[in-house]
């Protein structure tokens, strides 16, 4: 169980290590890019963000159907390309038929779900990443069942290119559990978002539906984080304004 520990920690400094030089060569070409169009004044366009979908399966069946999923998706598309210019492309949405392992299914959140991914516990997951990790790469958003505490989505932000979202966010037969700004919140993480404090941004820590959904703004810090993320595909530059 040790050995298998300091293996899981040694992977993941080493997948921390690579997305922080990716996003740090990647952030720089972006920068550069923004001056270039300034000084041209030229129309950026949008960038794009792949997006995956995959949903687990417990013993009665998929945890949740891709028709249910789409609302958040369609909000997070609608969210990074009006706040951050940057459109969100689904490139595929799997279901896994058989029975996932509890672990799997019931993850635990933050520090804890960092030392799951470091004991195997995640392993299923990245048996169904889409294939690539480098500049570009999809984001991945796993649905599971139950989440330990009080949380409803996680990320472990450059360490994993995927992120988890429980089940019951999207239940639109449920208004108590219905939350379709936690997608974009969990994909902000993934793209090196921190939190916020004002409850009108998308990064704020906490939304408790139906009364108390958190915002979906977004600051322009934090949009250029966001482009500058090594997931962001840069847009394709069109010639001067007219």
Known sequence: ???RALGGAVRNLAATARSA???V????????????????????GDAVLR???????DQDGPLTS????????????????QQAGIGVRTVSVRTVREPAPVTALDPRANQKLLLDDMMGRTDLYRRYLPAGSGVGAPVTVVVVRDI??????CSLGMTADWVICQRSLFDADNPNAYDDTVLAHEIGHALNLPHHSDPQNLMFPTSSPPGAVRGTELRRWQALVLNANRHTIPAIRSSARP
Do not use: N, W
Not at 51 to 57: E, K, P, Q, T
């Open 1 to 3: 169980m040790i050995g």
């Open 21 to 23: 030089v990716t996003d």
């Open 25 to 44: 060569v990647t952030g720089a070409a972006y920068l550069g890019d923004l001056v270039t169009d300034r000084v041209a004044d030229r129309d950026p």
């Open 51 to 57: 997006v995956a979908v995959l949903i687990l399966s």
């Open 66 to 81: 891709e028709a249910a999923v789409l609302p958040s998706l369609t909000k997070a598309d609608a969210i990074l390309r």
């Open 148 to 153: 330990a505490g009080r949380t409803t989505g």
